[in-house]
């Protein structure tokens, strides 16, 4: 655990190094440390705060800000399942319903709500790990999480 | 023979990737070019072929349809196809669609640069290097082009403010940020034909003065963000972008950043928090972000669709764009229609039409069947809108008049069995959701509203607590800061007053 941790450390500075050339790097430092890491772990905040000289707060509140970053490892998989109108008009209050119901079975599938993927012509949509599918029913994204569950995380 | 399948990520979210892969099984010796969508996305997948120097479609074409498709076409009476639909170009002609702005999407290859080349590539940009910033701007202003991103500005008033604010550096930001439900217009360009969008974003920056150019993605569209960073490569190697822009000597250089999942971060001087590495909080203006913008210096922020307009306008003219529109709403209008509707997809039509005929005889009624009650015009924080004001003409002013909006151009069918408190009550939520927390009657509003409709539909004191609803709206249309909570109201009494049914409320009020 603490090795894992001083990898981590490591990887977070040589994240910061990398980008602390360009205007205004806060974010793109966050995506790029949840990208390799998975997630965003506490031990960055003050690594970040270090290499960009702003405070702990800072770091912390525009960490907290953001849907996307997470402050925990994720599941195996992530779903992302809309929930805005173009999908609602179609059935999508029930497909939401079905992927929570599924996904709280212990499946090591994080499922969120989003709020639009921009494939509403296509719609009820979902995002499984970045890639969108279109005219889900609830079975299907059911057997989607159930399914997922089953399969290793690719790579 | 050569086909086109679409490499778009909602024709992918539906198949066109195994239809894809089952044609290199089926013609192993075609030639498959994979282009952006058409738009047309109740035909999805699509493939089309060359035929007679034509482009003919079919679709939709399920996965265990390719093999007899490929028997039919090589028999040569494509028409014969259960599937056919016939020329494209024509189809689209017969819906009145005009593209312009959409011209390449869904018929070239994205990133190809020599086909954006043929088909007219970089005139609008060799043009704006050709004159002075001011004539381009000019040109902006006569075209009658408003932004598309939800306010309708003048675009030739921005860019004349930032063109003349003196300033050693100033900035183009691209607001990629599309948050709102029901649109996808965006998403389709930067997939289908990245390069006009840079190809605008070089022309604002010529016709300006700014030299750095900012593309605020949205991180919900990972395939927009890949093709988005080969497009800006391969700008770059051919002198689209970069210090040397088409030989001219001028540099203009672009740089994506994503966004982080907060739809508030589209509201344009929440961007320039965000992408200044901040908490998306909403600024107070003034200054104007033309004037003091991303890191105080002078930026135009304009939306994905606004820009990619602006090298049509300069490659033809900008009387050609302005002669289509009605009144204040000139050009084009890139229509996403989704929701309960037959024919959902992208219409580039000029504005005008009215909701009756782009969603009756353009989107063919609701898809269920049953009959349309509603449509959500202009995104989240647009009004419902009953079927029987869809005589209204699709304008800003037009639609202002009955408290809809044209916003980024969505509109959201849905059928009788929509239950109208439900969506007002949704509209409430993801205001409370996405509030940036700044000023009160947003943050507090949006989640006292929510308890308030809740007495309502549970039936306790339902005509005062509607009033309540009413004055809550009010406080929130008057007092919140920016147009997320101060727009929030009109889903919210558009359900409440042309619905009152659904609430449970006796007295319809004054209905507008
Ligand atoms: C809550 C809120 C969300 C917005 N979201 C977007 C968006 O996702 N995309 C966009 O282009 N404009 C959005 N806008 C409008 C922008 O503030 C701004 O008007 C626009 O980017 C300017 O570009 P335009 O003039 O080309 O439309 C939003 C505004 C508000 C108040
Ligand atoms: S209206 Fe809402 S989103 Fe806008 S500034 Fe106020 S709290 Fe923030
Ligand atoms: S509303 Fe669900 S994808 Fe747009």
């Known amino acids: ?155 | 023979m050569k086909y086109f399948i679409p490499k778009d990520s909602a024709a992918v979210s539906i198949g066109a990737e195994q239809v894809a892969d089952a044609l290199t099984v089926a013609a192993p010796d075609a030639e498959i070019v994979r282009t952006g969508s058409r738009g047309l996305y109740w035909l999805e997948p699509l493939v089309e072929i060359e035929h007679d120097g034509r482009r003919i479609g079919f679709g939709p074409i399920e996965t265990d349809e390719v093999s007899g498709l490929v028997e039919t076409i090589l028999g040569g009476k494509p028409e014969s196809h259960p599937k056919y639909v016939g020329r494209i170009e024509q189809l689209l002609r017969d819906q009145g669609q005009q593209r312009l702005t959409f011209a390449r999407c869904g018929v070239i290859e994205p990133i190809d640069f020599d086909a954006f080349m043929a088909h007219g590539g970089t005139a609008g940009l060799r043009t704006a290097l050709d004159q002075s910033g001011q004539t381009t701007i000019d040109a902006v202003k006569e075209s009658g082009l408003r932004g598309r991103g939800g306010a309708g500005f003048p675009a030739g008033i921005k860019w004349q403010t930032v063109h003349d604010t003196p300033g050693a550096e100033k900035f183009v930001v691209c607001n990629a940020d599309e948050g709102d439900s029901g649109t996808f217009a965006d998403r389709m360009l930067m997939e289908g034909d990245p390069f006009t969008l840079l190809e605008g974003m070089a022309i604002a920056g010529v016709a300006t003065g700014a030299t750095r150019g900012y593309i605020y993605l949205r991180s919900e569209y990972p395939d927009a963000f890949q093709t988005l960073n080969e497009a800006i490569n391969i700008a770059r190697r051919h002198n689209l972008l970069g210090s040397n822009i088409l030989g001219s000597g001028k540099s203009f250089d672009v740089e994506i950043r994503l966004g982080a999942g907060a739809y508030i971060c589209g509201e344009e001087t929440s961007m320039l928090e965000s992408l200044e590495g901040k908490r998306g909080l909403v600024r107070f203006k003034p200054p104007l972000p033309a004037i003091q913008g991303f890191q105080s210096k002078p930026t135009v922020i304009n939306n994905v669709i606004t820009l990619s307009s602006v090298p049509t306008i300069l490659a033809h003219s900008a009387a050609t764009y302005h002669s289509l529109g009605i009144n204040k709403s000139r050009g084009t209008l890139t229509l996403q229609l989704s929701g309960n509707v037959a024919r959902p997809g992208l219409y580039e039509i000029p504005f005008g039409a009215t909701l009756e005929h782009v969603i009756n005889e353009l989107g063919g009624g609701s898809a269920s069947g049953r009959p349309v009650r509603t449509a959500q015009v202009g995104g989240p924080l647009g009004a419902y809108v009953p079927a029987s004001h869809f005589d209204t003409p699709i304008g800003y002013e037009e639609l202002g008049e009955r408290n809809a909006m044209v916003g980024h151009g969505g509109v959201v069918v849905f059928d009788d069995t929509v239950n109208m408190a439900e969506q007002a009550r949704f509209a409430m939520e993801f205001c409370d959701l996405e509030s940036c927390g700044k000023c009160t009657p947003c943050r507090v509003g949006s989640v006292r509203a929510q308890e308030v409709i809740d007495q309502i539909v549970a039936g306790h004191d339902i005509e005062a607590n509607a009033d309540l609803l009413r004055e809550l709206m009010e406080l929130m249309a008057q007092g919140s800061l920016c147009a997320h909570g101060g727009m929030a109201p009109a889903p919210v009494l558009s359900a409440l007053n042309h619905f009152s049914e659904d609430f449970g409320v006796r007295e319809p009020a004054e209905i507008n």
Request: charged share 20%; with cysteine.
């Open chain 1, 1 to 155: 655990m603490e090795q894992n941790s001083d990898t981590e450390r490591n990887q977070i500075r040589d994240i910061c190094a990398d980008h602390i050339d360009q205007q205004a790097p806060l974010l793109p430092i966050l995506h790029a440390i949840q990208s390799r890491l998975g997630y965003v772990p506490d031990i960055a905040i003050g690594e970040v705060a270090d290499a960009l000289n702003q405070t702990h707060a800072e770091i912390f509140g525009v960490l907290t800000f953001y849907h996307d970053f997470r402050r925990q490892p994720p599941g195996r998989h992530q779903l992302k399942v809309c929930r805005a109108e173009a999908c609602q008009a179609v059935g999508g209050r029930a497909v939401w319903s079905a992927a929570a119901s599924a996904a709280d079975n212990g499946s090591g599938v994080d499922v969120e709500a989003v709020y639009c993927l921009g494939n509403c012509a296509c719609a009820p949509s979902i995002q499984l790990d970045g890639h969108t599918i279109g005219r889900v029913t609830p079975d299907r994204v059911s057997n989607i999480v159930t399914g997922a569950n089953q399969t290793r995380a690719p790579s």
